[in-house]
């Protein structure tokens, strides 16, 4: 959706006197203001089930078009992604088949988040309006899925495959993560699994009319909204809306590239990032302003979508290989030059005129076009449709600066490149290394980075041969514990004794110690956890437990059934001389960590993964080196943990094995 939307019809400020009143609770309410310029007059309606209607009339609107849009973050939909869009469609087939009967034409579009349509102005129920009413309002037939579910897979390449929604796809995969509603995304084996049973479920556990809102735009003779609208949507019965628990997106500390490999002589690029903003924060206009400055600060023709309501800020355009570099680093210029400098008062105005008129252009042929170019969430721009004037007259150069450092990220974004990976590899090296690149086809399904995996070859064939490689896999199966000491040193400076005390299926206690003094401590217990740092004791919450739960098991990679882990060999890789194999852990179908396994040796080399911090994402690396044996088992004594710009390293001097440990050092209050 574009912001430019979210704006429609500011124009009218330069041009017209408007009137807004607010009214609840079926009282309607309006002070139109006479004047021979065309006005937009603005009402507000809550009904008694809190559906609100708003209705925006103007001398400048020749048709009727209605809008309702809904308020709510779905759950993951996991391996059913894709059923907000199959209601969607289902809603957009009933339609087809009632407008059989409409004495006039109508045109919509359905979105799993709302929808909008244009018809006559008929206020009767005899055309578009009661059938329109009524597929919002009540879950579609289950008799309606099976055809649209065939028609959806049938046109599901044409639809998604193409370069601009395939950068779409992977756009919202990056941005927010395939534990994201925004970011899974659904395939024709998703599209598969889901019921017509399901469908219905979503239209219930979402579309209420308590968190609704229906726009009607109609021309200035509509002086009501009909009243058997009202009496229809009346009887449509509220219900509680359950929140989706979701965590919020972090940022990349660096810009990522992303290669869309597809044969093509031409590139479709896009930089993205999230964008924390409310759609009605103060400085959303400001926002805009900048988007329409860069839009006119670059030499390439670039289309630009900031999504305050989705929490993206993108900026997308077609080129060519030979080019593609250079155009990004203009972009990227254009961005740091609005984050590091400041515009000139002449250039402000010049800004603020240009900005006005941009929207006048924008706007000549709404609601025309509005079933077209409109999504249900693109009408914001009512709740501020007297100030828009003011508000860019008395913005400033200093508050643009402010805006673009606060929500502009030129050095924290994606960058996403379609087109022959031969040729963009070589592009994407310039802004991100090359060992992390990722890859994808146009379907949005992420592709290997590894070479193929060798024919029948396993995963637990990986992992036992490791085990065998440092002692033999009966041996740690049968390890009832161990005690392990050595020193941590923390950024090449700070030094601290460690202990681990592990009981297997009992417990587990690692502490940090300096001169006898425990600076942290780590304790398990099956299903349970604690920190304690400085005295101060916490418990641990379940992703932090999962990170040391394999200390309960003196082989974890034997385990991970118990520890709901999958694992698969996805390819080899080769890595300072030698070649090594790529295993995955993943957790309910999210990678939880990379394994890199020595295929001479057989020994684990190093390890990867991707936690979520309080400032953004950490690549956690870890590298095992200096294997040694102690009392007939091998064990890595160098271990070097790497995340993001810190470092620890782990020197293990001892390790007993099968010692008697008193179990009560598992214990806390």
Request: proline share 5%; aromatic share 8%; with cysteine.
């Amino acid at each position: 959706m574009r912001l430019e939307f979210l704006v429609l019809f500011f124009v009218f400020f330069t041009l017209v006197s408007i009137s807004v009143t607010r009214g609840q609770n079926h009282d309607m309410q309006a002070s139109p203001v006479v004047t021979s310029s065309p006005h937009v007059l603005t009402e507000y309606r809550t009904l008694a089930n809190d559906l609100e209607l708003i209705h925006v009339r103007s001398e400048a609107f020749t048709a009727s078009t209605l809008v309702a849009r809904w308020s709510f973050k779905p759950a993951l939909e996991l391996e059913l992604a894709g059923k907000g869009h199959g209601l969607a469609r289902c809603i957009s087939e009933k339609l087809s088949l009632d407008s059989v009967a409409w004495e006039e034409a109508a045109t919509w579009q359905i979105h799993p988040d709302g929808a909008v349509i244009q018809g006559p102005m008929d206020s009767t129920l005899s055309g578009w309006n009661q059938d329109f009413l009524d597929a919002i309002m009540h879950p579609p037939l289950e008799a309606i899925w099976p055809a649209v579910q065939e028609h959806w897979l049938e046109k599901w390449d044409a639809e998604n495959t193409p370069v601009m929604p395939a950068i779409a796809r992977v756009k919202s995969h990056l941005l927010f993560g395939p534990q994201h509603p925004y970011g899974e995304l659904h395939f024709p084996r998703t599209i598969e699994a889901i019921s017509a049973s399901e469908i219905r479920a979503y239209h219930t556990d979402y579309w209420h009319p308590n968190n609704s809102q229906f726009y009607w735009f109609t021309p200035m003779e509509v002086e009501d909204i009909p009243s058997s609208w009202v009496t229809q949507l009346e009887s449509w019965k509220s219900r509680e809306v359950q929140p989706s628990a979701v965590t919020a997106p972090g940022r990349p500390r660096s810009i990522k590239s992303a290669i869309i490999d597809r044969n093509s002589d031409s590139v479709g690029v896009c930089l993205a990032h999230i964008l924390r903003m409310k759609p009605d924060h103060p400085d959303a206009t400001a926002l805009d302003m900048i988007r329409h400055l860069l839009s006119q600060s670059t030499t390439t023709e670039v289309e630009i979508d900031a999504d305050p309501l989705m929490g993206s800020f993108s900026i997308a355009w077609n080129s060519t290989p030979s080019v593609a570099a250079r155009e990004v680093r203009g972009v990227l210029n254009a961005m740091r030059e609005r984050v590091n400098g400041s515009l000139s008062e002449g250039a402000m105005d010049s800004l603020r005129a240009s900005y006005l008129l941009s929207q006048t252009a924008l706007n000549l042929d709404w609601p025309k076009q509005s079933v077209h170019d409109m999504a249900p969430q693109d009408v914001t721009w009512v709740q501020n449709v007297n100030d828009l004037d003011s508000i860019v007259q008395t913005i400033q150069a200093s508050d643009l600066q402010r805006v673009a450092i606060n929500y502009l990220r030129p050095k924290n974004l994606h960058l996403i490149l379609d087109g022959n990976r031969s040729d963009l590899e070589a592009v994407a090296r310039e802004f991100s290394p090359e060992d992390e690149l990722l890859f994808f086809n146009p379907q949005g399904r992420q592709m290997s980075n590894y070479g193929p995996v060798p024919a029948g070859l396993l995963a637990a064939d990986v992992i036992d041969s490791f085990y065998e490689a440092c002692g033999g896999v009966a041996s740690f199966e049968s390890l009832r514990s161990a005690i392990r000491e050595g020193t941590m040193v923390a950024g090449g400076a700070m030094q601290m004794n460690v202990k681990i005390s592990e009981t297997y299926g009992v417990g587990n206690r690692t502490s940090y110690s300096i001169e006898g003094q425990a600076m942290m401590e780590y304790i398990l217990r099956p299903g349970q956890g604690i920190s304690i740092q400085m005295g101060q004791q916490r418990p641990m919450n379940s992703s932090e437990y999962r990170r040391y739960e394999q200390g309960l098991y003196a082989g974890y990679l034997l385990h991970l059934e118990d520890l709901g882990l999958a694992c698969e060999v996805v390819g080899t890789a080769q890595r300072n001389g030698a070649e090594l194999l790529v295993l995955e852990l993943r957790h309910n179908g999210k990678l939880e960590q990379t394994l890199f396994f020595d295929t001479q040796t057989h020994l684990l080399m190093s390890t990867t993964e991707e936690r979520t911090g309080p400032t953004g994402p950490i690549i956690l690396t870890i590298e095992y080196e200096d294997y040694r044996t102690f009392g007939g088992l091998t064990f890595p004594t160098q271990i070097a943990r790497r995340s993001n710009n810190q470092r620890m390293d782990f020197t293990i001097e001892s390790i007993d094995l099968n010692p008697r440990i008193d179990q009560s050092i598992y214990s806390w209050e």
